[in-house]
């Protein structure tokens, strides 16, 4: 029906209203779209410019070349070899099984390394990092990597490449000091915080141990980077550039490499530690563990048998006993106490004691070494062949609390800033410390058990030696080990007065002097003959199991009769030249018997060596004994030469 003519002016009104919204409508469209627009082109410009690049443009981590570790002459102990590696890139592989097994069949690649490549794969396409080459195997030859390359077609993902690795030229030779690096785990990640995404890249390696752990930052650089272009399922279509890291930094030990391996050959056979520190800078000469172990072992990845022999040997050739082991001193503790008790006004160095063979003390028996005792003794005599009575008397003049604060002034109980792997504190125990430790009150027994070294005392060979180094200057003497870092060299640990009176002092080396040159002294058969070698010494033999009086009353067990885990521990220390100290050096076997026999020949011997950077002339020795210890320095110098000539076929 047609509409009236009356209505058509009606009808006009209502579209154009209509055709005005709806055009204000899209005004105000065009005009959001025009703001949004110019918002991204000009005010954002340079942020979504950023975001296509980062589309176009992956950015990935070059790893940095590790710094290098030397010994004081500049002998190489840890440094970098090129090394053939094997890659996989996870998400080109396709089925990785598959790929692994085309590859065994041209390589010959340990079941190990296999399995634990699946297993990095998995990890890596579980972070949403399947694109990030994973490490198969390294340290492969030539002739692999050119079967490997021929055959690149039928091993998608499969690449070979160039890197560097971690080696240690001289072996087992210092092995507890350098420590040894090795791939970053899981265990690693969860506690680092914040770590170096460097961290990240599979089959990285980190410090473990030693000072390649305690200056891991430091040696490990700063990362480069390489801009890859990649497609959209990122994967690499070219390199664009890149910036190289910036290389680790360098450090010069303390160690002399010659005389650490003449003390490692001498104590082959023991379960041992020996420490070496130069009186005049607090340089540690040598810092030998035995029996050690050749860190290349774990860089390549050590086999599970080369770890159970490790691990299960009796003598913990993985422990670091120069800094780890803490033993009860036993003798080498009573110039501490002497010292505490001249230095408290306590006794007079002439001042003598009754040594009947023991002590009583609270209906307790503390007997002496020597059971028919040692008759009336002074200080020096009591040094000179080791009264223990002497010590249970002036230990309980003095007390604890004193003898304690004189321990930590010479080193023993406290913890030296050396970088190594679990350094132990030790324990100079007083009144407060058991307290704290146990909760219960200080009795007088533990004072006299404590004035003799045994008891809560415990000390490290290292606490031993700078104890000794102590008592030889009246200094402050600081152990180090890190002569320089990039050539910078570090603070020296010559150290200031330890503001111990002088008189003191000399009438308690007099007494180390004797006890190794004195027929009567504990050392005398480990004395040497030529002046410019005199040395000054205390014997140290430690219990580590109780003497019942049924046992006493029968006759105690010697040593020879018992088990080894039963002996006691011999200990030694001395110093060199009496009269211008240049070295001090501690001496610990473990389960060895009695200091004088065992330890003390050992430290006599590294001394000599140190003092004559070399073998000494067998006149230092006694006639009786020269012989023995010429056959003593041809064997070393065999097992040496030996030691060299494998070195060199493994490099």
């Known amino acids: 029906m047609k509409r009236p003519i009356k209505d058509q002016p009606q009808v006009s009104s209502r579209i154009s209203r209509r055709a005005l919204i709806m055009g204000a409508a899209q005004f105000g469209m065009v005009g959001v779209l025009g703001w949004r627009m110019r918002s991204m082109q000009v005010e954002h410009a340079d942020l979504y410019r950023n975001l296509a690049e980062e589309n176009r443009v992956n950015l990935r981590l070059i790893a940095p070349s590790r710094g290098l570790i030397y010994d004081r002459a500049g002998v190489p102990l840890a440094v970098n070899e090129q090394v053939y590696r094997i890659n996989i890139v996870p998400e080109e592989a396709g089925d990785i099984d598959d790929t692994l097994r085309r590859l065994t069949d041209l390589v010959e690649i340990p079941e190990e390394d296999i399995a634990r490549t699946r297993e990095e794969c998995e990890r890596q396409k579980m972070r949403g990092a399947a694109f990030v080459p994973v490490t198969i195997v390294e340290r492969v030859a030539w002739d692999d990597v050119a079967r490997v390359t ?29 420590g040894y690096v090795g791939p970053v785990s899981d265990y690693d990640l969860r506690n680092i915080p914040d770590p170096d995404p460097l961290l990240e890249i599979p089959r990285f390696q980190i410090g473990k141990t030693g000072v390649e752990a305690k200056f891991e930052e430091m040696l490990r650089g700063e990362a480069g980077t390489k801009q890859l272009e990649v497609n959209a399922a990122g994967r690499v279509m070219r390199e664009l550039g890149r910036e190289e890291g910036v290389p ?44 050690t172990f050749d860190p290349n072992l774990f860089v390549r990845g050590i086999s599970v048998a080369d770890w159970t022999g490790l691990n299960e040997n009796i003598y913990r050739p993985l422990s670091a006993k120069t800094v780890q082991g803490a033993y009860p001193p036993g003798s080498t503790f009573k110039m501490v106490v002497a010292l505490a008790a001249l230095e408290a006004g306590v006794v007079s160095p002439d001042e003598t004691v009754y040594c009947p063979g ?32 002497y010590y249970y008397e002036i230990g309980q003049r003095v007390g604890i609390d004193r003898i304690a604060a004189m321990a930590r002034k010479l080193g023993v109980g406290i913890r030296h800033d050396v970088p190594m792997s679990a350094e132990s504190v030790g324990i100079a125990p007083d009144r407060a410390w058991k307290r704290e430790r146990y909760d219960e009150d200080w009795r007088i027994g533990d004072t006299v058990n404590a004035s003799i070294g045994q008891g809560y005392v415990l000390a490290t060979p290292l606490q031993l030696a700078v104890m000794c180094a102590r008592v030889a200057t009246g200094r402050d003497i600081r152990p180090r080990l890190v002569q320089s870092v990039n050539g910078i060299p570090e603070p020296s640990g010559a150290g200031e007065s330890l503001g111990l009176n002088e008189n003191f002092l000399r009438r308690v080396r007099a007494g180390m002097h004797d006890v190794s040159n004195n027929p009567h002294g504990t050392g005398y058969g480990s004395r040497t003959l030529l002046d410019e070698a005199i040395l000054a010494g205390k014997s140290g033999t430690s219990q580590v199991r109780r003497i019942t009086p049924e046992e006493r009353a029968r006759g105690v067990t010697s040593n020879e009769d018992l088990p080894w885990e039963r002996r006691d521990h011999a200990l030694w220390v001395n110093f060199a030249p009496y009269d211008k100290p240049r070295f001090a050096v501690a001496c610990v076997v473990e389960h060895g018997g009695g200091g004088s026999s065992v330890a003390a020949p050992i430290a006599r011997d590294v001394t000599l060596q140190a003092l004559y950077d070399g073998p000494p002339p067998l006149e230092a020795y006694p ?9 003593l320095q041809s064997r070393i110098a065999g097992q040496t030469a030996r030691a060299a000539a494998q070195r060199s076929d493994r490099a």
């Open 150 to 178: 021929v055959n690149a077609p039928a091993l998608p993902g499969i690449s070979a490449e160039v890197g560097l690795s971690r080696l240690y030229p001289q072996g087992a030779d210092s092995a507890h000091v350098v």
């Open 248 to 291: 680790g930094a360098d450090l010069q030990l303390t160690i002399d490499t010659r005389l650490q391996r003449y003390t490692e050959a001498r104590l082959e056979g023991e379960s041992a530690a020996v420490v070496v520190i130069d009186l005049e800078s607090g340089d540690l000469r040598a810092v030998a563990s035995a029996p």
């Open 623 to 631: 006639s009786n004994q020269r012989g023995r210890i010429a056959e």
């Open 358 to 389: 023991y002590t009583e003390v609270g209906g307790t028996r503390f007997h002496c070494w020597k059971s028919w005792g040692h008759g009336n003794v002074d200080m020096h005599r009591s040094l000179q062949e080791s009264c223990d009575c």
